[in-house]
């Protein structure tokens, strides 16, 4: 068995989660790369997009805030809707410090949310992705500015000015071959933005995997400094490390303190989204939650959180290269 991020023989199965009824799968950690990975498999994705109720409904439901804002011609609004979350915030911020004149290129725009933003603020853009039942989505909501990932238009636009995405790392059988491969489509000079799963959110002890951020949706989760170390000779990279918030550093240091260990999650069916599943109660969870939740009250009530070491957030690893 060889990574599949660095190819190195270098790797030890760690264990299987099953977030999905159904999708088992093993996790390996790469000694050399520093990855933690499962398997790829790419028609998982369209049939994400395609379950009206599977765990992609956020999509369908940004989607719907950001069409009201973008069909007013509202682009407060609708920077207010996106900005909500600080991965679309870092994306919005750092491109609007770019001239308007920049031909901008997403990967991996789902239902074309965020593309929206650009679309209305006037910027040259093309928004791509793997999903067919995702792609042509974003066209019916706004507009004829998005194409398949094998498109020849994805190539044709190159150079760039700056490629951008969202979490699509975490999701790419190939993350470092990708990543080059997106390099080699700017002008020199010009940036590739995104944000990555971050390892380190392994927060609680014998943790193997995010329930943000399941199999077979994301398969590796990258540790900090990757990126420095695999792109340095082409880019000057940046990485920053986003903290999540306090209460949930508050509840990751009464994990560690009282020895809570990291249990594997009860299976549901990829076809309900995890609000609507209710799995079966396991012993001492309830008491356990309502006793978190009373120390996070009471921490933010006496001021108490800025006490607590801040934790990574599980997407909070942000990285900017710029081509040499």
């Not at 959110?201 to 995010?210: E, G, I, R, S, V």
Request: with cysteine; glycine share 8%; net charge positive.
């Amino acid at each position: 068995m060889n990574c599949r991020i660095c190819q190195s023989n270098q790797v030890q199965q760690v264990g299987t989660v099953e977030f999905y009824a159904g999708f088992n799968w093993p996790i390996w950690d790469c000694a050399n790369c520093g990855c933690r990975f499962t398997r790829h498999e790419d028609a998982v994705y369209d049939r994400l997009h395609a379950e009206a109720n599977s765990s992609y409904v956020r999509y369908r439901e940004l989607t719907t805030e950001c069409k009201r804002e973008f069909d007013r011609g509202n682009l407060d609004g609708l920077k207010e809707v996106l900005t909500k979350a600080s991965k679309y915030r870092f994306i919005i911020e750092e491109v609007r410090e770019k001239t308007r004149t920049a031909h901008l290129l997403e990967i991996g725009c789902a239902r074309g949310f965020l593309t929206s933003y650009f679309i209305l603020a006037g910027w040259t853009i093309t928004g791509v992705d793997v999903s067919v039942e995702a792609t042509n989505a974003a066209v019916a909501s706004f507009g004829n500015h998005f194409v398949l990932w094998d498109s020849p238009e994805v190539a044709a636009g190159a150079p760039y000015d700056l490629i951008y995405h969202v979490g699509t790392v975490g999701c790419l059988a190939d993350p470092v071959g990708t990543t080059r491969q997106l390099l080699g489509m700017l002008k020199v000079g010009g940036i590739l933005l995104f944000n990555a799963p971050n390892r380190d959110a392994c927060w609680t002890k014998n943790q193997l995997w995010f329930e943000s951020a399941p199999p077979p949706d994301v398969v590796t989760l990258f540790p900090s400094g990757f990126w420095r170390r695999y792109f340095e000779d082409i880019a000057d990279v940046a990485e920053g490390i986003e903290p999540c918030p306090d209460e949930r550093s508050v509840a990751f240091g009464l994990r560690r303190l009282f020895g809570r260990r990291w249990r594997q999650p009860l299976p549901m069916p990829m076809s309900a989204t995890a609000k609507a599943f209710v799995p079966p109660r396991r012993l001492g969870d309830a008491t356990w939650n309502l006793f978190e939740r009373f120390c996070c009250h009471f921490s933010r009530v006496l001021g108490l959180q800025r006490l607590v070491s801040k934790q990574p957030s599980e997407y909070g690893l942000l990285v900017r290269m710029t081509k040499r």
